[in-house]
């Protein structure tokens, strides 16, 4: 068995389709795609079950609009409808990708709350599920007593960002995500999240305050988390068609509760993105597909595993047959290397 657990066909590659989360929202990122069926039928559910409120923005438009707003003014002017769009845009990406994908996929990675549109990918969840689950998860976070708080990208270890903690004694900062052997992701309250960035610029480290509207992975959303995983029970939940990869368990999600588990994870858990990676890498997976806009988690998979194939067919907006060239980098049936990368 696989990290993923499943055992794919020998003889072919063995393809990891990963969803990114919040980073992977782009303004007109879907406007070359709009008129296929697939992402027309996404398009269509967000602006039938997630309509923008009175004074807000449709998620669909800003997909097919180039000249959307930018995320920190979506993030501000509204926040639900960046989760929608970013939602949105990864789920129809991944039908796109999945049509042209010379090889069938093996694997569903998600990342932070692109867990929700890898359950999605699944057939967990259906898209108006997870449109549903967007806005509850919306109404839990605006209706909670939150303090300001946010997330900031470093170019730290592990090991730097704990010790930095410690020495700003500032213990409501945590490791909320590791994406690479130098990258983690740090959220807490702003104050104590900016006196950390603040230490960590002084010792000549970048520090990048990410477009969040809260501490994601964070204990600041524990009431949020209790609520969300109380609804989630009542969420039907099918058998995945693709196998699941519960990136913060660290371990495949097959049964019901580790699938509705799994879509509350971004709230608390902290996300061993890279690890994640590496356990593919070691369990025979070769060939790591990004399927949303930019090229986020293709780049994170090139840094673990560079010896592994690592595509973003919408790194930049593209149409059908311009995803169908750049998906023609995945490796052929029987090119494939056994054994880890």
Known sequence: MTAAGTAPAAGRPRTVL??????????????????????????????????????????????????????????RADPLAFDLATYAAVVATAAVVLDHLPVPADAVLGHSVGDLAA??????????????????????????????AGMA?????????????????????????????AQVVLAGPDAQLGEVGARALDRGHRVTRLVSRTAYHHPLLDEVSRSFRSLLRAQPVAPPR?????????????????????????????????PALLALGGAG???????????????????????????????????????HRRLSRVPPAGSAAEGPC
């Open 18 to 75: 990963m969803c990114p989360g919040q980073g992977a929202y782009l303004p007109g990122a879907l406007r070359h795609l709009a008129q296929v069926p697939a992402v027309a039928e996404v398009l269509t559910a967000v602006d039938t079950h997630a309509p923008g409120r009175a004074g807000g923005v449709s998620a669909a438009r800003v997909l097919t609009d180039p000249g959307g707003p930018a995320p920190e003014d979506l993030v």
């Open 285 to 323: 997976f070769t060939t790591y597909v990004d399927s949303g806009p930019r090229a986020l988690l293709a780049a994170l998979a090139k840094t673990a595993l560079p010896h592994c194939a690592a595509v973003a067919p919408l790194r930049t907006p593209a149409d059908a047959d311009r995803i």
């Open 153 to 181: 990208a470093t170019d730290l270890t592990p090991a730097q960002a704990a010790d930095l903690i410690r020495t700003c004694d500032t213990p409501q900062v945590r490791i909320a995500v590791h994406n690479a052997p």
């Open 242 to 274: 693709l196998p699941v990869h519960a990136t913060a368990a660290g371990r495949r999600a097959h049964t019901p509760d580790r699938l509705r588990a799994m879509a509350a994870a971004h709230l608390t858990d902290p996300l061993p993105f890279h």
């Open 119 to 148: 359950l999605t990918v699944a057939g967990v969840l259906t898209v108006r599920q997870g449109l549903q689950l967007l806005r509850i998860r919306d109404r839990l976070l605006t209706t909670a007593a939150l303090p300001a």
